[in-house]
């Protein structure tokens, strides 16, 4: 019955559910018609279904045994191995440390090509904000090579009952699937992620609403951390080793500014008024943007303002303050770096909520795409700490549109060819460096350069 087999009915990336019993228990695949059936007993729905239709070749989805039915034998046949592995594929370390160096286009079982890795994602209703997040984070080598491998994570311990750790393991399986170079599809249903994404943030982030990529982002990562066994102070994990820096923050209260002159000076010979210094860590940096203007020029067209990276990146030089106002008190900041980690986010802050709306700010941030160096935001003790400064991007996340819906892409390095690639839902299309600097970029992911790779391509 081999030959009844069916490859481009089979689809393993929604949920393991019975069709008929919706029951996760001793799910059957039927490789005919690619539906899931419970059970493979007398009167299971698996059963009933090959007697039914005459499909006799099942895929046990848990222990990735082949079955006959009704007849209940198990298949073996070596024939059948690229199906488990679409189901569940592996990766043997020596694969692993050469993804980035192999430009290798792939073959799917439809005859579409594709690059593993570049992959679009099904955007199932308006999870777009989630998709481009998760494809950026696939993006990042040593992120990525960790979840590859599913031993690095499986002996985690977690108390009775914790369902966060259903983030990891579903994380880990999209990235294989992401990467993996025998697919029968060029692209990749993000379901089962998506599926604990909401259940693990108690339905903050759905997948029929829109939601906001750096909110998810940040999310995702303090999520994955404590899941992994992470904690604040003491323990590391994969998601800290990776993105985690600290800075320095300087807080100073000011005075209301409605009292006279003399009592402000008063005011601030007192110790609550003098300059505070906190150390903290951070995952992603947040850059404001300066105000849009509102005038329009002689034509009557609105002048799209333009900054530059360094001008907004000021805010982190350890000298710039700025002026926090909560509803009893103000406060002036100032930020000083002390560690950069080995890949920095961005998030550039588009929108601005007040009473009745949320605004964006469509500003266009000029940055180079190689080659932006940071040492100068370091203090003169810190600097000598670090040998590299350096920073390339990687992945550009994109909104466009208007803040409450709009639509999110994102550009991405691929680290075999060098190339960049534009990647929307389920298209994906290759772009010139130079485009990706006039979109209104909202996350950025920089990698660290170290010693050898001065001389990149695709600069």
């Known amino acids: 019955y081999l030959d ?41 729905h698996a059963y009933i279904h090959s007697v039914q239709l005459s499909h006799h070749v ?136 998506l599926q604990a994404v909401v259940l693990c943030s108690k339905k903050n982030f759905q997948i029929t609403k829109q939601g906001d990529g750096v909110e998810f982002l940040s999310w995702f990562l303090n999520a994955l951390h404590a899941a992994l066994g992470g904690t604040k102070r003491k323990k590391k994990t994969i998601v800290t080793d990776v993105f985690q820096g600290s800075m320095r923050i300087f807080t100073k209260k000011l005075p209301h500014p409605d009292l006279p002159a003399e009592e402000k000076a008063q005011l601030l010979q007192n110790s609550e008024y003098q300059e505070r210094m906190v150390e903290s860590t ?55 770096l002390t560690r950069l980690p080995p890949y920095l986010i961005f998030c550039i802050k588009r929108f601005t909520k007040n009473n009745f709306f949320v605004e964006k700010n469509p500003t266009i941030v000029n940055f180079p795409i190689t080659n932006v160096d940071l040492r100068e935001y370091l203090s003169e003790e810190v600097q000598a700490a670090h040998s590299h400064t350096t920073y390339d991007l990687i992945a550009n996340i994109v909104h466009d549109g208007k803040p409450s819906e709009g639509s999110y892409r994102i550009h991405v390095l691929h680290h075999g060819t060098g190339k960049w690639y534009e990647l929307q839902d389920l298209q994906v299309t290759d772009i010139l460096p130079q485009m990706i600097t006039l979109s209104e970029a909202y996350i950025q992911i920089w990698k660290r350069r170290e010693e050898d790779e001065t001389n990149q391509q695709g600069a």
């Open 58 to 193: 099942f895929l046990n989805l848990h222990t990735l045994k082949f079955y006959c039915l009704p007849d209940n034998y198990e298949i073996i046949d070596s024939s059948l191995e690229d199906i488990t592995y679409v189901l569940k594929p592996t990766f043997t370390a020596q694969h692993i440390a050469h993804l980035d160096k192999q430009a290798k286009l792939s073959r799917a079982y439809d005859g579409t090509t594709y690059l593993p890795g570049i992959v679009g994602l099904n955007n199932i209703k308006a999870n777009d904000y989630a998709n481009a997040v998760l494809q950026a984070l696939s993006n990042v080598p040593p992120l990525r090579n960790y979840f590859l491998e599913e031993e690095n994570y499986r002996h985690i311990q977690r108390p009775p009952g914790d369902i966060m750790f259903l983030l990891v393991q579903r994380f880990g399986e999209l990235m294989r699937k992401l990467w993996n170079p025998r697919n029968f599809k060029a692209h990749v249903s993000p379901h089962e992620m």
């Open 4 to 44: 009844t087999i069916n490859k481009s009915v089979l689809d393993f990336d929604f949920e393991k559910l019975c069709s008929i019993s919706l029951s996760h228990i001793n799910v059957y695949a039927c490789l005919v018609c690619g539906k899931y059936f419970q059970g493979r007993g007398l009167k299971s």
């Open 282 to 336: 951070f995952l992603y940096l947040t850059l404001d943007l300066p105000t849009a203007p509102l005038y329009k020029d002689e034509k009557e067209q609105l002048i799209i303002p333009q900054v530059p990276l360094f001008s907004i990146l000021a805010k982190f030089n350890g000298s710039t303050e700025k002026e926090y106002k909560t509803y009893k008190e103000n406060f002036l900041k100032r930020f000083q």
